[in-house]
C-alpha cells in the first residue's frame, strides 16, 4: 500500500507525464536490497506506481537534473536552432535535494523551466553504517518501516527500534527538511528540526588540538580507495572535467597514498565552499566509511558565521564567492 | 593429499607462528569492516568472518604500483635501480574465501599467459601460498558462486584448504606448496573417514543454502546477438560512474597507466582503472568510443559475460556479492542478469 505522500506523488507524476508537462520523472523505486529505495527514471504514466518515498529513500537527486538537463543540451550541439528542444525534468524534492536545484539555478546551469520540483515534506533517511550498528554487523535480512519504527530481521531474529535513532547525521540537524521551492506539495510540511546543536560537530572537532585533528584527518583520509562515489553524487560537483581528471597539468597524483588522497579531498571540499547543502549524500554513498561531514560541515559553519549565508536557501541570496560585498569580512587573509 | 584435524582453538596460534616467519595478508576486523592487509605485530586474523569487505585481488594487483623509478638528466630520463626487498619472500594469503580463491584463477589467464606475461602480478603470485576458508553458510544472502561456476569449498587454486567439521577445522594440504607449511600447523592427527564424509555433507548442505540464482551461463547466447538491443538503454541510468563497483570486484583487472614527475624524479605508476570513469577509454585526441555510461555498463556486463567467456572460456564473476552490497545506487547485478534471463524467455516464446 503506497503511503499518503506516495500517492501524491504517483498522482502528480502520472499527470505531469500524460500531459507531456515533462519528459521524465526523477525519483525513487524500491531496490533489491532491504531499506535501500534505488533512484529511478519514469518516463510513462504506466509506470509511476514504482515510484515510492520513505526513509530508504537516500540520496539527493539533484545530480541527475543537472546531468539530463546538460546531456541533453550536448545531444542538440548540432541541431538547427529552430529545431532545438528543452528537456523538462521532473523530480522528487526533499529539502536538500531543491536547495541543490537552488544552487544550479543561481550558477545559471538550466532555467526554472526545465525543472519540476515535486516537493516532499522529509523526515530524514536511514543511515546505513548506523543501520549495520543495530544488526550488530550481521546481514540484514528483510526489513521495513513501521510508523516511527525499523523492524530489522537478521539471523539473530527479529529487531525493533526507534526510526530516529538510525536517522542520518545531517538529518538530525536539518533546517529545512521542507523544499524551499517546489511546484507541487506532496504532503503537509514537517517541522523543521531544532538547530542548536547543528554545529557541535564542528565545534567538538575545532576544540581538539591540531595535531590531534591532522591526525584524524589523516586515518578518515587513508580510508578513501579513490572511487569518486562522494564527488559523482554531489548535485554542486558537476564540473565537465574535474580536477582530479585532468592530466594537464596533474593537479593531484591518480594513486592511493596519504598525500594524493588528503588534496583529492581538500581541494573537492573548498569546492564545497557555500555550496554544500549537508544532504549527506557522500557520506552515504562512501563504501569505505569516510567522515566528510564533519570537515564539509565546518564549511558550512564558515558560511553561516562569517557571511551569514545558507547554501542554496534563497535563489537571490548566492554564495559568498560567487557575491561581493565591501563588509565581507577578511580577518582570515594572511599578509605574506 | 593429507588431509589432518586441528583444534578451532589452536588455528590462532598458527596463524600468529606464519606472520612471525614470513609476511601473512589475512582478514583483520577495522571497526565495522573487514578488510584483507598484511598482519601487523598487534594484529590479529579474523576468522570469524563472512567475507571481506576489500577482495583479496590487492596483493597481487594492488591499485597503486610503482613499476619503475626515473630520473630526468640532460642526456634524457635514466632509470633508478629499485632496491628489490624481499623480492624472494614466501607470503601467506590466509583465509580466503573460495569465491576470492576462483578469482586468482580468472586473473592468473589474463596476468599470466603465454603471450602476455605481467611480471609484477606472476612474481607475487608465485611466492604467496593461498590458504582458504570453505564457506559452509554463505557469507550473505546476496552470494551467488554457484551461478557462475563456483562453489563453497571449491578448492581450485588453493594450497591448503581449511573447513570447520563440528569442533574442529579440517586442514587439506592439496598442494607442495601448501605442503611445505604442513610444519607450522604441528604434528595433527589425520582426519578419519567419518570426518571427511561429514565434510561432504556439510559442504552439500552449504550449496543448498545458497539460495540466490541467476542464469549466469545461459545469457552469453543473448549478450552475442545484442550488442545493439534498447536494454542497454535502461540500466545504465541512475549509475554515478563511481568506482565502487569494480573496485571492489575480485575480478576486475583493468588498469592505467602513467608517469608522475616531483622535480626531476619519475615513476611509472599502475593504478586501477574502472569501466565506470568517463575517463575510460577516452582518447588523446578527444574521441571516447564510449562517450556515456550506457556504453560501459555494456561493457561491464559484456566483460564479465561474454568477452572473458569468449577468451578463457569462464565467467569473470565469482559471485561474491560486494558490487550488489555496496553500489551506492543499487545497480544490482544479479538483477540485470535475471532480467536478460527474462529477455530471452520472451523472445524464445514469442519465436514458438
Known amino acids: 500500500m503506497p503511503n499518503n505522500i506516495e500517492q501524491k506523488i504517483r498522482d502528480e507524476a ?34 509511476v506506481d514504482r515510484l515510492i518515498f520513505d526513509a530508504s529513500c537516500k540520496q539527493n537527486l539533484a545530480g541527475y537534473v543537472h546531468a539530463l538537463i546538460i546531456e541533453h543540451r550536448k545531444s542538440q550541439a548540432r541541431v538547427k536552432p529552430e529545431d532545438k528542444t528543452e528537456k523538462t525534468v521532473a523530480v522528487i524534492a526533499r529539502g536538500c535535494t531543491s536547495r541543490s536545484i537552488v544552487i544550479h539555478l543561481q550558477e545559471r546551469q538550466y532555467e ?46 527479529e529487531s525493533r527500534f526507534p526510526l530516529e535513532e538510525v536517522l542520518a547525521g545531517s538529518c538530525l540537524t536539518c533546517a529545512w527538511p521542507n523544499p524551499v521551492i517546489s511546484d507541487f506539495m506532496a504532503g503537509e510540511e514537517v517541522a523543521p528540526r531544532t538547530t542548536e546543536d547543528e554545529f557541535a560537530l564542528v565545534e567538538r572537532f575545532a576544540a581538539q588540538d591540531e595535531n590531534q585533528r591532522w591526525a584524524y584527518f589523516e586515518a578518515e583520509m587513508n580510508k578513501c580507495m579513490r572511487c569518486y562515489a562522494c564527488r559523482n553524487v554531489c548535485p554542486s560537483c558537476y564540473c565537465p572535467t574535474c580536477f582530479a581528471d585532468q592530466s594537464q597539468p596533474e593537479w593531484v597524483g591518480a594513486g592511493i597514498n596519504p598525500s594524493d588522497n588528503q588534496v583529492f579531498q581538500i581541494m573537492r571540499m573548498f569546492h564545497m565552499a557555500g555550496r554544500c547543502v549537508d544532504c549527506g549524500s557522500c557520506v552515504e554513498v562512501c563504501a569505505e566509511g569516510v567522515d566528510l561531514r564533519t570537515f564539509l560541515k565546518k564549511l558550512d559553519y564558515d558560511d553561516l558565521k562569517l557571511y551569514d549565508h545558507r547554501a542554496g536557501v534563497d535563489l537571490e541570496k548566492p554564495s559568498p564567492l560567487a557575491s561581493f560585498r565591501e563588509d565581507d569580512p577578511e580577518e582570515f587573509i594572511l599578509e605574506p | 593429499m593429507k588431509a589432518k584435524l586441528i583444534d578451532k582453538t589452536a588455528l590462532a596460534g598458527v596463524v600468529g607462528g606464519l606472520a612471525a616467519k614470513m609476511p601473512v595478508y589475512a582478514p583483520v576486523r577495522d571497526g565495522r569492516r573487514v578488510y584483507f592487509r598484511f598482519l601487523a605485530a598487534e594484529d590479529e586474523a579474523c576468522l570469524d568472518y563472512g567475507n571481506s569487505d576489500n577482495a583479496p585481488k590487492n596483493l597481487f594487483f594492488p591499485h597503486t604500483e610503482t613499476l619503475m623509478r626515473f630520473t630526468r638528466t640532460a642526456r634524457g630520463h635514466e632509470l633508478v635501480e629499485d632496491e628489490a626487498a624481499n623480492q624472494d619472500q614466501e607470503m601467506v594469503l590466509f583465509g580466503v574465501r573460495p569465491c576470492d580463491v576462483r578469482s586468482f584463477t580468472l586473473l592468473d589467464y589474463v596476468f599470466d599467459q603465454e603471450k602476455y606475461t605481467d611480471p609484477y602480478y606472476v612474481e607475487r603470485r608465485k611466492r604467496t601460498v593461498i590458504v582458504a576458508l570453505a564457506c559452509l553458510q554463505p557469507p550473505a544472502s546476496t552470494c551467488f558462486c554457484t551461478s557462475v561456476g ?7 587454486g588453493a594450497d591448503i584448504m581449511i573447513t570447520e567439521v563440528g569442533e574442529q577445522y579440517l586442514v587439506e594440504f592439496l598442494s607442495e606448496k601448501g605442503e611445505k607449511l604442513a610444519e607450522f600447523f604441528g604434528q595433527l592427527p589425520e582426519a578419519d573417514a567419518k570426518t571427511l564424509a561429514r565434510k561432504e555433507e556439510l559442504v552439500e548442505n552449504a550449496v543448498a543454502a545458497i539460495k540466490t540464482e541467476i542464469p549466469g551461463a545461459m545469457i552469453k547466447d543473448w549478450l552475442d546477438k545484442n550488442f545493439e538491443h534498447p536494454f542497454w538503454d535502461q540500466i545504465h541510468q541512475s549509475c554515478l560512474g563511481c568506482g565502487t563497483c569494480t573496485y571492489l570486484c575480485p575480478t576486475c583487472h583493468c588498469f592505467d597507466i602513467r608517469d608522475e614527475l616531483e622535480g626531476d624524479q619519475g615513476i611509472r605508476l599502475r593504478t586501477w582503472d574502472t569501466c565506470m570513469y568517463a575517463l575510460y577509454t577516452q582518447e588523446t585526441s578527444g574521441h571516447n568510443p564510449r562517450p556515456s555510461q550506457k556504453q560501459r555498463w555494456r561493457q561491464r556486463l559484456m566483460h564479465k559475460f561474454k568477452y572473458f567467456v569468449d577468451n578463457f572460456r569462464e565467467i569473470s564473476c565469482v559471485g561474491c556479492g560486494r558490487c550488489v552490497i555496496n553500489c551506492p545506487v543499487n545497480i544490482d547485478i544479479r538483477k540485470l542478469v535475471s532480467d536478460i534471463g527474462r529477455l530471452m524467455e520472451a523472445e524464445e516464446e514469442s519465436n514458438g
Open chain 1, 14 to 47: 502520472r499527470r505531469l507525464l500524460t500531459e507531456k508537462v515533462v519528459d521524465v520523472v526523477v525519483g525513487y523505486e524500491e531496490g533489491t536490497l532491504p531499506l535501500l529505495a534505488a533512484p529511478c527514471f519514469i518516463t510513462a504514466p504506466e509506470e
Open chain 1, 112 to 157: 526554472r523551466e526545465n525543472v519540476v520540483i515535486i516537493g516532499v515534506p522529509c523526515q530524514g533517511y536511514i543511515d546505513k553504517n548506523k543501520l549495520s550498528d543495530k544488526a550488530s554487523g550481521k546481514e540484514i535480512l528483510a526489513g521495513k518501516l513501521d510508523g516511527d519504527q525499523v523492524v530489522i530481521e537478521t539471523a539473530a531474529g
Open chain 2, 150 to 156: 563456483g562453489h563453497p569449498a571449491q578448492a581450485d
